[in-house]
């Protein structure tokens, strides 16, 4: 069973920049393809972006393509989000996620307890 631990998390101004952690313990981490998810106060669950395992392929929601670049280093097992230009409606608590191949699917099944991310105008 993996464990996720996010941070990195904090209060920041708009236009400001945070990089985000992942660290995992308990699978060969490795192996499978891992992903980010926000959540606003009263929102669902929203997909931010995903890597595959061996961080060649990576995919992003519209809403942060271009200033959301996600990142993996397998021999920390340790996934990273740097988020730059961020906005107010970035504000959010942020998730990761392991998937459940090698690829990026929409499936998960290991997640983290999350880190708030919060942008002052």
């Known amino acids: 069973q993996v464990q996720l631990v996010e941070s990195g998390g904090g209060l920041v101004q708009a236009g400001g920049s945070l990089r985000l952690s992942c660290a995992a313990s308990?699978?060969?981490?490795?192996?499978?393809?891992m992903g980010w998810f926000r959540q606003a106060p009263g929102k669902e669950r929203d997909f931010v972006g995903a890597i595959n395992w061996s961080g060649g392929s990576t995919y992003y929601a519209d809403s942060v393509k271009g200033r959301f670049t996600i990142s993996r280093d397998n021999v920390k097992s340790t996934m990273y989000l740097q988020m730059n230009s961020l906005q107010p409606e970035d504000t959010a608590v942020y998730y990761c996620?392991?998937?459940?191949?090698?690829?990026?699917?929409?499936?998960?099944?290991?997640w983290g307890q999350g880190t708030q991310v919060t942008v002052s105008s």
């Open positions: 996620a392991a998937g459940r191949s090698s690829v990026v699917t929409d499936e998960y099944d290991a």
């Open positions: 308990g699978r060969t981490l490795s192996r499978y393809a």
